[in-house]
């Protein structure tokens, strides 16, 4: 094995040491990653993997990446180190006529369009085959039916495969909601292409849910299984159990060192969308606060949607924490020291607990809640976030309200109507618009990529199946002030390129207006779901880790 350059492109070579028989045959490999992510290092054991069972030369080539290296950079680089390798057949012990080009995703878009161009190449071996898996290979449609019928499925969802696409040929993701609509393809150019891009091109069998029909599991039990996160080995610092809190799974992390006092206590929501998530999923943030903040760590595995529509979660939620503080002596912990805390969707959670326990007078009053990311309202998916992140993963303008209908209603029907504002009678929108309005988001966080609204009929009939959205346990950015201004003190992180960015800055005016005291905490480089994404197979990003020390560090303070 070894790293070499072929017409200046980086490659990485693999070569059996056993002695052939004759001149071996070769695959020239191109990763995948959406051409923007990718490495020698992420396809290493692939590589290896089929150069040894294969007893194959593998060439696998490090093409330049977007969005830095636009269309058609990683496209050049790998049609120049095919040439090249070609050319130059005879140093690596190959047959000229067993050289197949072969990539995943990204990377199967870029073999089939470097073998459709040596096609026409007279002064080189014609390519013994192509090998495409799940390629990619055009981006005039993306409403086919695996588009429809998978567009929630990791790891590639439909928003994901057009971002990636406009990244690779622009730099960037503007006007990716027109693409996904079908909007950038001229009528003609469309009926051009219909021959070949068409639905009815596609066999029967493959227009209904795939995995339900093979009878696999459902789409949203993979997506489950994709997102779970690896056993832990044990950790010396903390004793960790799992256990029930009247009837809602939930496991509590405790520091092993002695403690002078009682400990704060800190319950966690975790993030997901109400869809996704788990307590696998979160162990090593869960770990991370405990360890870190010297607390008991309560984290909730509240039930999910679809399958347990609201108000599952939040009930779980709700009466998981009641069950912690009347039981508080058990675990150590100081009943005037209790933080419920939550990310996104657990966010959400996080806060409609807190208001409706500002009512009783039965348990010890929380002393704070730590929102990070939170989603807050579903009237307004075009406050000026929504608009500026549409594109950027995690969570994509659409996902969002995706998630939102999914966890009210079991299904995603009116998504439409409600990213266009339709949803919502105009008397509410006037009513909450004190509240839900760009009128109140700094203007400093309105100048990148803001669209006027255009103004959107009212649609009677898909207001009553989401009017619970104006219920403060699903929406708490609409509680009222007599509610708001009995919160506990506050932490709300928000993230610069994060469609829920304008959620979390609505909230903090509210609470600062109703004189709650607000620690505020803005990654400027930083996206949804960059917490969960702690330590991910033994990666952080900088700003994560920012942002999770402190949540730490405002935890010490209490």
Known sequence: ???????????????????????????????????VYGSFDTYEDICRYIARKSESVVVSVGYHLAPEHKYPAAYEDCLNATIHFMKNIEHYGVDPANVIVCGDSAGGNLAAAVCQTLAGRSD????????LIYPGLQALDFNLPSYQQNRGVPLLYREHAAFFALQYLNGHALHMQEVLEGSHVPPDLRLKYGKWLSPDNIPKKFKGRILE???????????????????LRVDPKLFIQDLQFNKVPVRVYQPKAASDGQRRGIIFFHGGGWMFGSL????????????????????????????????AAYEDCLNATIHFMKNIEHYGVDPANVIVCGDSAGGNLAAAVCQTLTGRSDLPKLRAQILIYPGLQALDFNLPSYHQNRGVPLLFRERAAFFALQYLNGHALHMQEVLEGSHIPPDLRLKYRKWVSPDNIPEKFKVRGVKPLRPTDFVAEVYETVKRFCEPNLCPLLAEDAVVHQLPESFILTCEYDVLRDDGLLYKKRLEDNGVPVTWYHLEDGFHGIISLYDYCGFSFPSGKRGLDSVVNFLKSL
């Not at 070894?2 to 191109?30: K, M, N, S, T």
């Not at 991370?288 to 679809?306: D, M």
């Open 213 to 231: 029909k093979t009878g696999l599991c459902s789409q949203i039990t993979f997506g489950r299984y994709v997102r779970q996160g690896r056993k």
């Open 1 to 35: 094995m070894e790293d070499a350059e072929l017409g200046r492109v980086p490659v990485r070579l693999y070569r059996p040491r056993a002695p052939p028989a004759g001149p071996r045959a070769a695959a020239i490999f191109l990763h995948g990653g959406g051409w």
């Open 124 to 131: 080189l071996p014609k390519l013994r085959a192509q090998i």
């Open 280 to 311: 696998d999923t979160y162990e090593k943030v869960c770990r991370y606060l405990s360890r870190e903040s010297e607390s008991v760590v309560v984290s909730v595995q509240y039930r999910l949607a679809p399958e347990h529509k609201y108000p």
